[in-house]
């Protein structure tokens, strides 16, 4: 366990949470977060400590704290960024995520955040939305075969859809083979590493028993059909213009270096997950607010007609379809797919007048915040004009913030923003969607928040 150089008696520390059971609040957190900090934020306020007997067992950390308030989380994402790294649950996703954008921390971080950003440059995204229609296209013409009132798994169409979508702008080519086994183990792994970041002792990949031994070959399984289609780009005379080719590519400007196979890997599994998992989450929760708000349909459909007239969008009139974007960012605000941010202190800090010690974990938790009373008139309704110009003028960066912020702002934010504008209006003017009658979910909080069981989806031809 680490040692606090100071006395703990003498630090002004966050006040303490009184969990429902003897073992520490940790243990309402892990059963029902959601629940969690619909109590606990109320009565404790926007900055208090949770504790369990469990975390003894965790070296990597002395507390963990919840920070609700949008200018303490500025302050870790942005204003000192540099002494929060990412949270310790990270650990468990570098298994499958390896040393990729999303896991790896400080100047390699730093210099592959540089390597990799022109990939997402707006100009590159535009010519990616006729891959984005295409694929929609195609998912059309599928739902088309059906009878009127078919019931469709909307949540798996989804991930297929945006699977599709990011192989063939990280690939440009043919690898079903990748979208195969994706489909297959990625709800197992998820599972998998959401019970390793919960676990007091996560067991070793490397203990010989028949459940660990089937999880570590989940994720080998992904880690060697990507690693199967780098090594045959490699041999290949062929030239493409992907995100692959970028990553192959891409010289770093003061050495010359280019990737390494493991780097190119890993940046590649995370994309390749990071890309369509969140995309597909956020437009599983997107058709469910449109079923229970008819009238937004309209209003997308009005908007339709005037911007698309039934035509394919395209990148000049992305940003004339302004009701559709306000419907996504709505649809973000109530069902983020990434629920919670964690950070981890490096060294001491004080926020908010509390002393935060070195080894503290930090839980951010937007799904609260993006529902919190103090910050949103009607926090439960789903309003799109919330996020018109004239009514976000002013708001403060972190009460919304579902693709995170600060430096490390999610790299494809403007993939799955622009994917999303495509993907609605045009799916909308092709069907009307309803749930089945009697068909109930709940908010599953794994890495991204996802309905659970799938969402289901009845549809009509318009």
């Given at each position: 366990?680490?040692?606090?150089?100071?006395d703990?008696?003498?630090?002004?520390?966050p006040p303490?949470?009184?969990?429902?059971?003897?073992?520490?609040?940790?243990?309402?957190?892990?059963?029902?977060?959601?629940?969690?900090?619909?109590?606990f934020i109320?009565?404790y306020g926007?900055?208090?400590?949770?504790?369990?007997?469990?975390f003894?067992?965790r070296?990597e950390?002395?507390?963990?704290?919840?920070?609700?308030n949008?200018?303490?989380?500025?302050?870790?994402?942005?204003?000192?960024?540099?002494?929060?790294?990412?949270?310790?649950?990270?650990n468990a996703?570098?298994?499958?995520?390896?040393?990729g954008?999303?896991?790896?921390?400080?100047?390699?971080w730093?210099?592959?955040?540089?390597?990799?950003?022109?990939?997402?440059?707006?100009?590159?995204?535009?010519?990616?939305?006729?891959?984005?229609?295409?694929v929609?296209?195609?998912m059309?013409q599928?739902w088309?075969?059906?009878?009127?009132?078919?019931?469709i798994?909307?949540?798996?169409?989804?991930?297929?859809?945006?699977?599709?979508?990011?192989?063939?702008a990280?690939?440009?080519?043919?690898?079903?083979?990748?979208?195969?086994?994706v489909?297959?183990?990625?709800?197992?792994?998820?599972q998998?590493?959401?019970?390793?970041?919960?676990?007091?002792?996560?067991?070793?990949?490397?203990?010989p028993?028949?459940?660990?031994?089937?999880?570590?070959?989940?994720y080998?399984?992904?880690k060697?059909?990507?690693?199967?289609?780098?090594?045959?780009?490699?041999?290949s005379?062929?030239?493409?213009d992907?995100?692959?080719?970028?990553l192959?590519?891409v010289e770093?400007?003061?050495?010359?270096?280019?990737?390494?196979?493991?780097?190119i890997?890993d940046?590649?599994?995370?994309?390749f997950?990071a890309?369509?998992?969140?995309?597909?989450?956020?437009?599983?929760?997107?058709?469910?607010?449109?079923?229970?708000?008819?009238e937004?349909?309209?209003?997308?459909l009005?908007?339709e007609?005037r911007?698309?007239?039934?035509?394919v969008?395209?990148?000049?009139?992305?940003?004339?379809?302004?009701?559709?974007?306000m419907?996504?960012?709505?649809?973000?605000?109530?069902?983020?797919?990434v629920?919670?941010i964690?950070?981890h202190?490096?060294?001491?800090?004080?926020?908010?007048?509390?002393?935060?010690?070195?080894?503290?974990?930090?839980l951010?938790?937007?799904?609260?915040?993006?529902?919190?009373?103090?910050?949103?008139?009607d926090?439960e309704?789903?309003?799109?004009?919330?996020?018109?110009?004239?009514?976000?003028k002013?708001?403060?960066?972190?009460?919304?913030?579902?693709?995170?912020?600060?430096?490390?702002?999610?790299?494809?934010?403007?993939?799955?923003?622009?994917?999303?504008?495509?993907?609605?209006?045009m799916?909308?003017?092709?069907?009307?969607?309803?749930?089945p009658?009697?068909?109930?979910f709940?908010?599953e909080p794994l890495?991204?928040?996802?309905?659970?069981?799938?969402?289901k989806?009845?549809?009509?031809?318009?």
């Open positions: 366990m680490s040692n606090q150089v100071v703990e008696k003498q630090l002004n520390l303490l949470a009184e969990g429902t059971s003897i073992i520490g609040a940790a243990k309402d957190f892990a059963e029902d977060p959601f629940r969690f900090y619909e109590t109320p009565k926007d900055l208090f400590r949770i504790k369990s007997v469990f003894i067992l070296p950390f002395d507390h963990m704290v919840v920070i609700s949008p200018d303490m989380v500025k302050h870790v994402m942005l204003d000192n960024n540099r002494n929060y790294v990412k949270s310790t649950a990270y996703l570098k298994l499958l995520l390896g040393n954008l999303l896991t790896s921390e400080g100047d390699f730093r210099k592959q955040r540089k390597l990799m950003q022109p990939g997402f440059h707006r100009e590159r995204l535009a010519s990616f939305v006729k891959t984005y229609s295409d929609t296209q195609e059309i599928r088309s075969e059906l009878e009127d009132g078919a019931e798994d909307a949540s798996e169409e989804f991930m297929q859809i945006t699977l599709d979508i990011v192989c063939r990280m690939f440009s080519s043919d690898v079903s083979d990748a979208i195969e086994v489909n297959r183990e990625f709800d197992y792994a998820n998998k590493l959401i019970n390793r970041i919960k676990a007091p002792i996560p067991i070793p990949l490397s203990f028993l028949p459940h660990i031994r089937r999880e570590r070959n989940s080998e399984a992904i060697n059909v990507v690693a199967n289609i780098i090594e045959k780009r490699r041999g005379n062929e030239h493409y992907d995100l692959l080719a970028m192959m590519e770093d400007a003061d050495t010359g270096e280019k990737m390494s196979n493991q780097q890997q940046e590649v599994i995370t994309i997950l890309g369509h998992e969140t995309t597909a989450v956020a437009m599983s929760w997107l058709v469910h607010c449109l079923d229970e708000n008819p937004v349909v309209e209003k997308i009005e908007e007609k911007v698309l007239k039934g035509s969008p395209t990148i000049e009139n992305l940003q004339s379809l302004e009701y559709t974007r419907v996504i960012d709505e649809t973000l605000r109530l069902y983020p797919p629920w919670v964690g950070r202190s490096v060294e001491a800090d004080v926020i908010g007048g509390y002393d935060i010690p070195k080894n503290t974990n930090c951010i938790p937007l799904y609260y915040m993006h529902r919190d009373p103090k910050h949103w008139e926090p309704q789903f309003k799109p004009e919330r996020f018109s110009k004239e009514n976000s002013g708001r403060h960066k972190f009460v919304y913030f579902p693709f995170g912020g600060g430096p490390r702002l999610c790299i494809g934010n403007n993939f799955a923003l622009m994917e999303m504008q495509v993907i609605v209006p799916m909308v003017r092709a069907f009307k969607m309803a749930k009658k009697n068909f109930t709940k908010k890495i991204t928040m996802r309905p659970n069981p799938h969402m989806m009845v549809i009509t031809k318009n």
